[in-house]
């Protein structure tokens, strides 16, 4: 396509209406469906499907394989792994239509899901949490959370940047990339800006 803003690999197929930020790059053979909204300097891999209603934000990558449903948001900055899937409905049966019982997931600024991971619907993922590669998300994820595992479980907690943060006996982390300070309260991880 000529005149616009973006790049679109000549396999990929795009329903129209959509809407696609400026600088966002659409590799083979992937589909984005009628009524997806994707940012700005997206990067969509290989043989991924975009369903009608889900929101990218700014700078999203998403890797090969991946399939994001109907009820996904995802906010600036987010990284999705190789093969991730997400669902949208709890139980769903071939025979039976829960196409207005599609649950939300939102998946917040800077989180990263590794490859494989499945995250099941109607939960969030907090912001910059890490959820490991083959990781089932059943629950709510706090931000800046490390899970891993099926059933998912929390192993620990990590930095914007990704690194393991080691709290002190008050409470305090550094991250050793950027330096900034985290602080743990009541089992939440808040970044310090002082």
Same mark, same amino acid.
Do not use: L
């Given at each position: 396509?000529?005149?616009?803003?973006?790049?679109?690999? &000549?396999?990929?197929?795009?329903?129209?209406?959509?809407?696609?930020?400026?600088?966002? /790059?659409?590799?083979?053979?992937?589909?984005?469906?009628?009524?997806?909204?994707?940012?700005?300097?997206?990067?969509? &891999?290989?043989?991924v499907v975009i369903s009608t209603a889900v929101i990218l934000g700014s700078n999203v990558k998403v890797q090969n394989n991946v399939s994001i449903y109907t009820g996904v948001i995802c906010e600036d900055d987010v990284f999705l792994g190789p093969s991730c899937v997400f669902t949208n409905v709890i139980n769903p049966r071939s025979?039976?239509?829960? /196409?207005?019982?599609? $649950?939300?997931?939102?998946?917040? /600024? &800077? $989180?990263?899901?590794? $490859?494989?991971?499945?995250?099941?619907?109607?939960?969030e993922i907090g912001e910059y949490a890490l959820i490991g590669a083959g990781a089932v998300i059943t629950k709510s994820v706090k931000p800046f959370a490390l899970m891993v595992g099926n059933p998912a479980r929390q192993l620990g907690w990590v930095s914007e940047y990704g690194h393991r943060l080691n709290f002190d006996e008050k409470g305090w982390a550094v991250c050793p990339e950027a330096h900034s300070k985290y602080k743990l309260e009541n089992d939440q991880v808040t970044r310090s800006y002082e």
């Open positions: 396509m000529t005149g616009i803003a973006y790049f679109i690999h &000549g396999s990929a197929v795009i329903d129209q209406p959509c809407n696609i930020g400026r600088g966002t /790059k659409i590799w083979h053979f992937s589909h984005i469906m009628a009524g997806a909204t994707i940012g700005e300097h997206c990067n969509i &891999g290989q043989n025979a039976v239509s829960r /196409k207005n019982e599609y $649950a939300i997931t939102n998946v917040r /600024k &800077g $989180a990263s899901i590794g $490859a494989n991971a499945t995250i099941i619907c109607g939960n």
